[in-house]
């Protein structure tokens, strides 16, 4: 028998395990108890606690298209394949045949439960049914003492009105028709079509059967094909889910897929043992080191970021180490298929394939166009029950919402999805991006920081050469963190934190950090100021009286460029080990950079690394720096062919 966790829909499923007494039941035999009769179809069962009590009445009622003669044909048929209970369906439209034919459209096979005395179709005007119940023909008691079924569906009750004088006329034939089959232990299945769609008026049929359900049809918010949804209006004598829950028609039968409350999660994981208190590494060092040693175990964890800053490689990384422990990881992923996955990882040295083959990697991807989050919940309920992850990914939050287009249902699934989670023990981090400025923290409206025990934020800053990609660390819940803001890089040799791993933040708004200043050399008292000519130096440094050192830049993980010129320093008489030169501006029409005449340091900028001259640098001569005057004008300094600069 299929192990009931391989069912899809499988959430509460409650079966013949809940069909316990619930109470006293009334009628002939009032020593008898409320006994359920489950449907067959899980998630069903799960939004009516257990199933339906045994002998009740039940509406399905729908638009055109919503599944009302599949629902009540499958439960007919779940009872028969499941419970043994022979069937009875009574048809005013649809000839047996044409029946049959659905039917197998379904994965049903109606023809050999047929033969074997189990199931019972009848085709018949609406008339002659009302004169079966009421007594003046004996059609259906007939059939009934042939097979004796349990469960019994009139497929429509909607023609009743075709036959009957009014609606009074109508209510009291319907009602001896719910009593004859209630004294006989029958549970019947009234089918009814909707004559309009969100009318607030209330048909008397609901007032007579026991349970009421509702089918919707309706169209989905990406513009896909239009989802079905399931809402249980009303149960006699018994709880039930209230709220509308999305359900497909497929070859495997009727799969509904409930939305879950915390109190269903937490009984589907009530036998997870709760996760030892230690940290797992991220499998990248650097972060680790500003984590104090990692993330803890079984926690949430949430990594933040604009598009293109690598919160997929983030969480790449975080997989990759738990499969290199001999850990099952899971991804949940909106944006890629398992082969796109694959070749991705293979570009940062994370090869895959056998975990994947394997079974310890496990990926799951939806197209966000066609996603039903509740399907995927279901998938990642039965997956984790079965596989027992140790670390999880969801990539991402937003493709949650692209398959949803609604704020409020989208932060009700986020908060279920970490719920899910955290029951049942595995570490996770789910990724989410940040729009507009990323360095405002809580300044998106889909910031998600709350619900995390570690926040980890990534951004690109624009530092005028190029972008730098910054990572810091903003929530670490119960441990100490790194406040500091590293640098990092993403290249075929992986995710890099720089070395030191401080960053320059640029002095502008959106970052509202200024960048660290060079060290100055030492200063001595400043005389009136020189003529300032326009002029490009990496730094600015003080009139000195004493020989000039080694040019004043501080190396952090990138060089100091400053966001203007610095004014020029006073006249000083320089020897050719400086390694100083005048140039003019650049010629019209060449590659170099704009900047005007003056005294300039023969520094190139490398990628990633601090400003070196052209030529290598040697010690100044301090006999060939004397003190000079910075009275003296700058346009009395030229360069010749001799030692040292001469005064003219």
Not at 110 to 120: H, N, Q, S
Not at 241 to 246: A, I, K, L, W
Not at 326 to 346: D, F, H, R, W, Y
Request: proline content about 8%; some cysteine.
């Amino acid at each position: 028998m299929m192990n009931p966790m391989d069912t899809p829909g499988v959430l509460g499923a409650g079966g013949a395990a809940d069909s316990n007494a619930v109470g006293l039941r009334g009628g002939s035999d009032e020593s008898t108890h409320f006994e359920r009769m489950p449907t067959g179809i899980p998630g069903l069962d799960h939004l009516l606690d257990g199933g339906f009590v045994r002998g009740n009445s039940m509406l399905i009622e729908g638009p055109p298209g919503s599944g009302k003669s599949s629902l009540a044909m499958r439960i007919l048929y779940e009872g028969i394949a499941q419970y043994n209970e022979p069937g009875l369906m009574i048809t005013f439209e649809e000839f047996p045949r044409q029946l049959y034919l659905e039917a197998m459209q379904f994965g049903i096979d109606l023809k050999p439960l047929e033969a074997a005395g189990m199931l019972r179709v009848v085709w018949t005007p609406p008339a002659r049914i009302l004169k079966s119940f009421t007594g003046k023909i004996d059609l259906i008691d007939k059939i009934i003492g042939e097979i004796g079924p349990r469960r019994l569906v009139i497929d429509s009750i909607t023609h009743f009105r075709r036959v009957a004088t009014d609606e009074q006329a109508l209510r009291e034939v319907l009602g001896q028709i719910l009593n004859a089959l209630k004294i006989r232990g029958i549970t019947s299945i009234l089918v009814k079509e909707l004559d309009r769609i969100n009318d607030e008026a209330i048909a008397f049929e609901e007032y007579l059967v026991d349970a009421s359900i509702r089918l919707h049809n309706v169209v989905s918010p990406t513009g896909g094909e239009n989802i079905r949804q399931i809402e249980v209006r009303k149960t006699r004598g018994q709880p039930h889910v209230s709220g509308r829950h999305p359900f497909r028609l497929t070859t495997e039968g009727v799969v509904v897929y409930p939305r879950l409350r915390p109190a269903d999660v937490k009984k589907m994981f009530v036998d997870v043992a709760k996760p030892q208190r230690k940290r797992i590494s991220t499998g990248i060092p650097g972060v680790d080191d500003m984590l104090r040693g990692g993330l803890w175990n079984g926690s949430l964890n949430l990594v933040a970021g604009q598009p293109g800053t690598g919160k997929s490689v983030v969480a790449h990384y975080f997989l990759d180490e738990g499969l290199r422990a001999g850990e099952t990881v899971l991804l949940l992923s909106m944006k890629n298929t398992p082969e796109e996955i694959l070749a991705q990882t293979s570009y940062l040295g994370l090869h895959w394939e056998e975990a994947y083959r394997a079974g310890r990697l496990r990926i799951h991807y939806h197209d966000p166009v066609s996603l039903l989050v509740e399907q995927v919940m279901d998938e990642l309920v039965r997956d984790i029950r079965r596989t027992h992850p140790c670390r999880l990914v969801l990539d991402s939050i937003d493709d949650l919402w692209t398959a949803v287009k609604d704020e409020d249902r989208v932060r009700d699934y986020v908060l279920m999805l970490a719920a899910l989670f955290q029951a049942a023990g595995t570490t996770s981090i789910l990724l989410n991006e940040i729009r507009g400025s990323a360095d405002v923290d809580g300044g998106d409206a889909r910031d998600y920081s709350y619900i995390a025990s570690t926040v980890v934020r990534l951004t690109n800053t624009n530092t005028g050469e190029e972008m730098q990609r910054q990572l810091r660390v903003t929530k670490h819940t119960a441990s100490d963190h790194s406040g500091r803001v590293a640098e990092y890089l993403i290249d075929h040799e992986g995710f890099r934190i720089l070395d030191g791993g401080t960053c320059v933040l640029p002095a502008s708004p959106a970052a509202g950090v200024a960048g660290p200043a060079p060290a100055p050399n030492p200063a001595v008292a400043e005389p009136a100021p020189a003529p300032k000519p326009a002029m490009t130096a990496p730094s600015a440094p003080a009139p000195v009286v004493e020989p000039i050192p080694a040019p004043p830049f501080t190396r952090v993980t990138n060089a100091w460029v400053p966001d203007k010129m610095p004014e020029p320093p006073p006249l000083q008489t320089f020897g050719p080990e400086s390694g100083l030169q005048q140039i003019p501006a650049a010629a019209p029409g060449s590659d170099a950079r704009p900047r005007s005449e003056g005294w300039v340091s023969p520094f190139k900028r490398h990628r990633d690394s601090a400003w070196t001259p052209e030529t290598p640098l040697r010690t100044p001569n301090v006999a060939a720096s004397p003190r000079v005057s910075s009275d003296v004008p700058a346009s009395t300094v030229t360069t010749s062919s001799s030692s040292g600069s001469e005064l003219r």
